[in-house]
């Protein structure tokens, strides 16, 4: 059975999302050649029967309470040894979080704007929480906007992410300026930091590597563009402070899209000593954080 697709629309910007997952599932704008994409398409997705396959092929979703993995699927906190499970076969960790493998509420749906919700209570998770997801287009852009409430008895460590996966085509350029990214062991556990340099310095607009990439980054300032050289179109990436990363993905260089996710902590933050990014909620306690999306045309 296919999923529900719910449209957002302002001026020249589209924009497709479902309840399942709470993914994005297009965002481009319309010219006189046809739609353009920004996102990858991921229309494709509304007859794939697993939730899996639907979240990694479509344009966005979001990840909470964590990003990417927690190496063994388990943490420490607060003199408690907190225990997950894996729950996908991407990896033999637990990745992503909750959200993007569940079913969210519709609050709110305008011509250009629309207001999700989510609430994870599951025995297998330690975390007990609300996320609401904002989608907001505009004559200029697009903007996300995530509220993650601790509804739980505890206070744990909670963070959040996007999960974009950009449009690749006609020699895009990346400019997004961070400081150093992890080399990661097979399973994506990051292990050793480097400094951004060689075909991962992205203080100036250049071409993605040509090999596969899946590194965490530290250091960034929160800005980054993306510009199509083949006709022109940019989209600057403005993220609040929450974001205070991001990851850099792409499975190979000839593959038709790559991710540049903005994330508030590093992958496997739970194990790093301060638990860098990630903010101990206590119970009743929220965290909030906003990206933008601003689209530039040619005259």
């Known amino acids: 059975m296919s999923i529900a697709v719910l449209r957002l629309r302002a001026g020249r910007l589209r924009l497709a999302f479902t309840p399942a997952g ?19 398409p991921g229309l494709a997705v509304v007859d794939a029967p697993d939730p899996v396959q639907r979240a990694i092929g479509a344009a966005s979703y979001v990840m909470a309470p964590f990003c990417n993995r927690i190496d063994g699927s388990a943490f420490d906190f607060d003199g408690r040894r907190w225990q997950l499970a894996p729950n996908t076969a991407l990896s033999p960790h637990v990745i992503h979080g909750d959200v993007w493998l569940r079913n969210w509420e519709v609050l709110q749906h305008a011509a250009d704007e629309a207001r999700l919700q989510v609430r994870v209570a599951d025995p297998a998770s330690p975390y007990r929480y609300r996320i609401e997801q904002l989608l907001r ?11 993650l409430h601790n509804d739980g008895e505890h206070a744990l460590p909670f963070g959040f992410g996007l999960h974009p996966h950009f449009a690749r085509f006609g020699g895009v350029e990346l400019q997004a300026p961070f400081t150093r990214w992890w080399q990661v062991r097979p399973d994506g556990i990051p292990v050793e930091p480097a400094p951004a340099l060689g075909d991962l310095d992205f203080h100036a607009p250049r071409a993605l590597p040509a090999r596969p990439v899946d590194t965490p980054c530290e250091g960034w300032s929160g800005q980054a563009r993306i510009r199509w050289p083949a006709d022109g179109v940019t989209l600057d990436i403005d993220a609040s402070a929450a974001f205070g990363g991001c990851h850099l993905y792409q499975p190979d260089a000839d593959a038709p899209f790559f991710c540049f996710e903005p994330v508030s902590h590093l992958t496997d933050a739970h194990h790093r000593p ?22 530039g045309v040619p005259a």
Not at 22 to 40: I, K
Not at 137 to 146: C, K, Q, S, Y
């Open 22 to 40: 709470g993914l994005t599932l297009a965002f481009g704008l319309t010219t006189a050649a046809g739609e353009r994409p920004l996102f990858r």
């Open 137 to 147: 287009l505009d004559d200029n852009g697009h903007t996300v906007a995530l509220t």
């Open 274 to 295: 301060g638990l860098p990014g990630l903010v101990a909620l206590a119970p009743g306690a929220s965290l909030h954080g906003e990206v933008r999306y601003r689209v």
